[in-house]
């Protein structure tokens, strides 16, 4: 199957201004990017952009946990503690593994509506994750939640990897250890250990929140950079540390800095603010060298699944709360929506519009008031400033429809809101 994109704005995270032109899509990948007034080649499916459609690469949700779809709502305007040990922890002991896969399965509708072809799952039955995600054809990058010493959950991490890693070029699998604070750190350099022999990834929660210091300080007598040394994770091929607000980005610029080169930071702006965890440092870290993905945590805490808000979050807060409008540059805020994200889960050809790469789109009408004005120039600003998960006309992954103009063509949307209705009104019971 064939697909030609005629006559669009193509943009993504490494280009200084959008191309306009035509892109043609065959078994999955980009056969060619080509300019406006080239050639046209035959395709089965053309899409007619009249210059009014955008091309960007797929959106990556660089960390989530789908299934809390089920949770939204709950324990709202509460500190991240109390939220987690009052609400959310009460409410996951009913989980059961068909509960999860109807959650996931309506995250996921939420997220392919608005242009997201990839997500980092970190949670609980992961095969449930793993078949919803291939059921419908996107990618994943999932792990096991750990906490505390659980050798059985441990074991149950390590043979989802054996069953889904690299399934249909869809599933990449990592270790997930929860945070600091729930897995000890003996048991961490365990789980590093294994990681590292079969080399695997890792996503771990990392100074989410300003009380994680005094927990470094008072319970584990370290500091986070001895934490980050001792414990192994920096030699890791791959290393996602979701949130990071409360890591100094001095850490990676000092005189005895720390080699970040082999880890993510995923970035979560909406659910920071929502939980009053404060603002992580983007452009700092960034000016270090360290690579930042943008996530949108789970939908009990954001709550939204929607990646067009977290771009515009996230370039906002970097310009007010450090006073730059220099900060947070729309290029930059791009490339860790789709690239950068892709990258960390192990997905290496993916999140840029380059010959021979994925065929992971999000298709974009350029008809509404807010894009007059929109051309190839600044397209990058529109999008990040002004654009809106409403403007999303398509979502592809890997050269197939997830979601068009509506319609989920691998989904079915009435049955799964009714089954994920059914399933909220359990929990609550």
């Not at 095969?127 to 939640?145: F, K, N, Y």
């Not at 540059?329 to 791009?334: E, R, V, Y």
Request: net charge negative.
């Amino acid at each position: 199957m064939s697909t030609l994109f005629k006559d669009v704005l193509v943009l993504d995270g490494g280009m200084e201004r959008a191309l306009s032109g035509h892109i043609l899509v065959s078994n999955g990948r980009i056969e060619s990017v080509l300019e406006k007034g080239s050639p046209l080649p035959q395709a089965d499916e053309t899409i007619e952009g009249n210059g009014r459609k955008a091309v960007l690469p797929g959106f990556v949700n660089g960390h989530t946990h789908a299934a809390m779809s089920l949770l939204r709502g709950l324990g709202e305007e509460l500190p991240l503690m109390e939220w987690l040990k009052e609400k959310i922890w009460p409410i996951e002991a009913k989980l059961t593994p068909q509960i999860i896969r109807v959650g996931t399965e309506l995250a996921l509708l939420e997220m392919a509506r608005t242009g997201t072809t990839c997500f980092a799952d970190m949670y609980f039955e992961m095969d449930q994750v793993a078949e919803a995600a291939v059921a419908m054809g996107i990618r994943a990058g999932l792990c096991r939640g750990l906490i505390g010493n659980d050798d059985k959950r441990l074991e149950e991490g390590l043979a989802l990897a054996e069953k889904w890693h690299g399934r249909e070029g869809l599933i990449t699998v990592q270790l997930g250890p929860h945070a600091p604070y729930t897995v000890p750190f003996d048991y961490l350099q365990k789980i590093v250990a294994i990681a590292n022999g079969k080399n695997m990834g890792l996503h771990i929660h990392l100074l989410e929140t300003e009380w994680e210091l005094g927990y470094f300080k008072d319970e584990l007598k370290m500091s986070p950079e001895d934490w980050l040394k001792d414990s192994g994770i920096l030699e890791l091929s791959r290393v996602i540390l979701a949130h990071g607000v409360w890591m100094n980005p001095e850490w990676a610029l000092g005189t005895n800095k720390i080699d970040f080169s082999n880890v993510t930071i995923a970035h979560n702006p909406g659910s920071n603010l929502k939980l009053a965890s404060g603002i992580f440092a983007v452009d700092k870290w960034l000016d270090a060298g360290v690579a930042v993905s943008l996530g949108t945590d789970g939908a009990s805490s954001n709550n939204r699944l929607d990646m067009w808000q977290e771009m515009r979050c996230a370039a906002l807060t970097q310009k007010g709360v450090y006073r730059d409008p220099l900060l947070g540059k729309a290029s930059d805020i791009l490339r860790m929506a789709t690239y950068e994200g892709a990258l960390s889960l192990g997905f290496t050809d993916k999140g840029m519009l380059r010959e021979g790469w994925a065929a992971d789109f999000v298709l974009v009408g350029l008809d509404a008031p807010h894009y007059v004005g929109a051309d190839e120039e600044n397209l990058s600003c529109f999008i990040v400033y002004a654009g809106s998960s409403e403007d999303v006309e398509g979502t592809m992954t890997a050269g197939k429809w997830i979601y068009k103009n509506g319609i989920y063509p691998t989904s079915d949307k009435a049955g799964i809101i009714e089954s994920a209705r059914a399933a909220r009104k359990k929990l609550l019971e």
